[in-house]
């Protein structure tokens, strides 16, 4: 019942920021709470991300705490991460999901639909 595409990866260099998109259809967008993923050559897929259902309450790992930042717009069905400070472990193919879940949920396993992702690369 939902789809997302994402946009905005491309190649950064080191200590840069850039800005992914994810635009997602579907009758109740603002039912799900949100995240982004990401995952690199030969690791398992890692949490980035969260934000609820009305944007009021974030949630980020560690590796991205101070750097990345979530925010949707339930109005443009738009969910965005601001990422700064840029190195080259964040290079990943990032992936937005969503999930009927509460917003302490960061196990893949849990989010419902998927976008098809987007590479991030970052040239150090």
């Known amino acids: 019942q939902v789809q997302a595409v994402e946009s905005g990866g491309g190649l950064v260099q080191a200590g840069g920021s850039l800005r992914l998109s994810c635009a997602a259809s579907?009758?109740?967008?603002?039912?799900?709470?949100l995240a982004w993923f990401r995952q690199a050559p030969g690791k398992e897929r890692e949490f980035v991300a969260g934000?609820?259902?009305?944007?009021?309450?974030?949630n980020y790992a560690d590796s991205v705490k101070g750097r990345f930042t979530i925010s949707r717009d339930n109005a443009k069905n738009m969910v965005y991460l601001q990422m700064s400070s840029l190195n080259d472990e964040d290079t990943a193919v990032y992936s937005c999901?969503?999930?009927?879940?509460?917003?302490?949920?960061?196990?893949?396993?849990?989010?419902?639909?998927w976008g098809q992702g987007t590479q991030v690369t970052v040239s150090s």
């Open positions: 999901a969503a999930t009927l879940d509460g917003i302490n949920v960061s196990d893949p396993r849990r989010f419902r639909f």
């Open positions: 579907g009758r109740t967008f603002s039912s799900y709470v």
């Open positions: 934000i609820s259902r009305r944007g009021g309450y974030t």
